[in-house]
């Protein structure tokens, strides 16, 4: 099972920038899609990113489309996330987890999070 752990969050300005990391253990990292979520304060946890296990492929929410970017480095069981122009809207607590796709969009390969790494945009 891989474990995840993200980190580089903190508190920046409105139209700043930060590069959120999430980093694995675990021999099989490759072989897992891995997406991004983040969690307001009085929201329920939304889907922000994801990537497939060889980052051919990007996905994303609306909301950050165009201004977040995912990317990946499997030989440093390594996903980021690059988000620029940020917008007091996106402070939150970010969260990653290996995922599969679903009906419903992407769905965790777990039921459980990590400690998340916290995000605050101010205007």
């Known amino acids: 099972q891989v474990q995840l752990v993200e980190s580089g969050g903190g508190l920046v300005q409105a139209g700043g920038s930060l590069r959120l990391s999430c980093t694995a253990s675990g021999r099989t990292f490759s072989n897992y899609a891995v997406g991004w979520f983040r969690q307001a304060p009085g929201k329920e946890r939304e889907f922000v990113a994801a990537i497939t296990w060889s980052g051919g492929s990007t996905y994303y929410a609306d909301s950050v489309k165009g201004r977040f970017t995912i990317s990946r480095i499997n030989a440093r069981n390594t996903v980021y996330l690059q988000m620029n122009n940020l917008k007091p809207e996106d402070t939150a607590v970010y969260y990653c987890?290996?995922?599969?796709?679903?009906?419903?969009?992407?769905?965790?390969?777990?039921?459980?999070w990590g400690q998340g790494t916290q995000v605050t945009v101010s205007s």
């Open positions: 987890a290996a995922v599969r796709p679903s009906s419903a969009g992407w769905s965790t390969l777990s039921n459980t």
